[in-house]
Structure formats: structure tokens, C-alpha cells
């Protein structure tokens, strides 16, 4: 009988050694359609982000538009208004009313006009459309400002169009008028 148990025992340790053997495949073969899976969720659920935000995207722009449809409708009356009024102050009145309603959608949409005038000029808020000479005051103040720059929640929307100063510098002349400072 020790015969025959030793080689059961043998036989069994094969059998063993065999399933270990087979266990790493299979285990790579489980690993593999995981990961395959896992992919696939992640493809899924990147599509889905995407057409979620697209959804959110199409309602805060249908929002927006109909806000400016309705400010479209009052300068529209507006126009129709001009036709016949013959009083120039009501037209212009008509006007400033339709320039506030823009005003305070885009307020509420969180944009905020900037404030230029006299401020040091800096070319990531301003683009320089022209310079101006000066004989009083600093050099590099925006003096004038062409088109307004515009803030959308503290994130630079538009820059402003600006006129800069350039400081005229006074040349000391004699009684001949040569420069004095050579």
C-alpha cells in the first residue's frame, strides 16, 4: 500500500502542479476582460460627460438668447417708434432704455466692463491702437479708450482698445533756440 499511496500522493502533486500552471492563464485571460471592461465604461462614460455638457451648454444658450430676443423686441418697437414720433427726446430715451436692458443681462451673466481711464497701461488688459503725446502728466496712462475691454467672471473676456500717452519731453532752448542740454 506505501507503493500505492506514495504514487497517489505523486499523482496528485501533477495534478496540482498542473492547475497551478493553468491558474497564471487564466488569471491574465480574468485580468484582460477586466480591463477591456473597464475601458468600455470609461469610453461610455466619457461620451456621456460630453453630451451632458452639450445639453447644459444648448439651456444656459437658450436662456441667454431669449434674454436677447426680448431686448430685440424692444429695440424693434423702438425703430417702429422713430417712424412716427416726432419728439426727438423720447427716441433717444427709447434708445438709452434698450443700452440699459443689454447693460444688465450681460451684468447678470457675469461681465464686467473695465475701467481704463487713467490707468498705467498693460498690454494683457489693453491692445494700444494708438499714442498720444502729453506735456503734462505720466508716461504709458491709457488716456482715451477707442472700444471698451470686458471681464467675464474675472477672466479677461475682450481687451480694451486704448490711446496710451507718450510724455513730450521739454528741450531747454537758448535765446538762439539751440538745445541747451548738449
Known amino acids: ?16 502542479l498542473k492547475k497551478e500552471d493553468a491558474k497564471p492563464e487564466t488569471l491574465v485571460d480574468d485580468w484582460e476582460i477586466k480591463y477591456i471592461r ?3 465604461e470609461f469610453e461610455n462614460f466619457r461620451q456621456r460627460l460630453r453630451r451632458e455638457k452639450e445639453e447644459w451648454q444648448e439651456i444656459a444658450n437658450s436662456r441667454l438668447i431669449k434674454e436677447i430676443v426680448n431686448i430685440m423686441d424692444n429695440f424693434s418697437l423702438a425703430l417702429e417708434t422713430i417712424k412716427h414720433a416726432m419728439e426727438k427726446d423720447a427716441i433717444i430715451e427709447g434708445i438709452y432704455m434698450i443700452y440699459r436692458q443689454f447693460e444688465n443681462l450681460l451684468q447678470n451673466e457675469g461681465v464686467i466692463k473695465m475701467e481704463t481711464i487713467g490707468k498705467p497701461f498693460d498690454p494683457s488688459l489693453h491692445e ?3 499714442m498720444e503725446e502729453v506735456e503734462d502728466g505720466e508716461d504709458n496712462l491709457v488716456i ?12 479677461l ?3 480694451a482698445k486704448v ?17 541747451c542740454r548738449n
Not at 500500500?1 to 496540482?16: A, W
Not at 482715451?144 to 477672466?155: A, C, D, H, I, Q
Open 1 to 16: 500500500m506505501e507503493e500505492k499511496e506514495v504514487l497517489e500522493k505523486e499523482e496528485t502533486k501533477e495534478i496540482e
Open 38 to 40: 473597464l475601458q468600455a
Open 128 to 130: 494700444a491702437v494708438g
Open 144 to 155: 482715451r479708450e477707442v472700444s471698451p475691454g470686458y471681464f467675464l467672471k474675472n477672466k
Open 157 to 159: 473676456l475682450r481687451p
Open 163 to 179: 490711446i496710451v500717452s507718450k510724455k513730450i519731453e521739454k528741450k531747454e532752448v537758448d535765446k538762439d533756440g539751440k538745445d
